[in-house]
């Protein structure tokens, strides 16, 4: 993450909790986890939705490992990928920012750096989620070793959304 850009914005509304009604007490916070693929793409238009419908706070994840990558990939420079991090970030901030007008709920985004599923677990926890949204692995190699979602789905002890 660039100097000077918070690793947290909030957005919109605050959450204001409606009167209980037996039979419609859903989530109060629903967490998206994002990286900018089409299908975490489509996990936030649905988090956002089921947010919005249930007069729940949003809470958008972008956990980015980029360290990882650059050890992968021979002669990959370190500020490229950090520009395209920091580029990234930016895109999916603004995204959020226009969702919170548009839909009129508060929503909080967050900037992580770390292993994915350890972050998501973290922020879930810190944010006391009702429930988390994640897209499912377009990566070939996840079908082999398992991926976020997966980890989510076996290990975590909130409910789990697997948007395809």
Do not use: N
């Not at 793409?41 to 949003?58: E, I, M, W």
């Amino acid at each position: 993450m660039s100097v000077g850009a918070p690793d947290r914005e909030e957005y919109g509304p605050r959450i204001s909790p409606l009167p209980f009604e037996r039979g419609t007490d859903g989530p109060r916070v629903v967490m998206v986890g994002v990286d900018g693929t089409r299908t975490s793409a489509r996990a936030g238009a649905y988090a956002a939705g089921l947010a919005r419908r249930q007069g729940a706070a949003l809470v958008v994840v972008f956990v980015s490992s980029a360290s990882g990558i650059t050890a992968l990939v021979p002669g990959m420079d370190a500020s490229a990928i950090q520009r395209s991090h920091d580029e990234l970030a930016d895109e999916l901030r603004q995204e959020c920012r226009r969702g919170a007008e548009q839909l009129g709920i508060p929503v909080t985004f967050l900037c992580r750096r770390g292993d994915a599923y350890a972050e998501l677990c973290a922020a879930a926890d810190e944010f006391q989620a009702d429930m988390v949204v994640v897209g499912a692995s377009e990566q070939a190699g996840h079908r082999l070793v398992g991926s976020v979602a997966t980890r989510l789905v076996r290990k975590g002890h909130w409910p789990v959304v697997v948007v395809p």
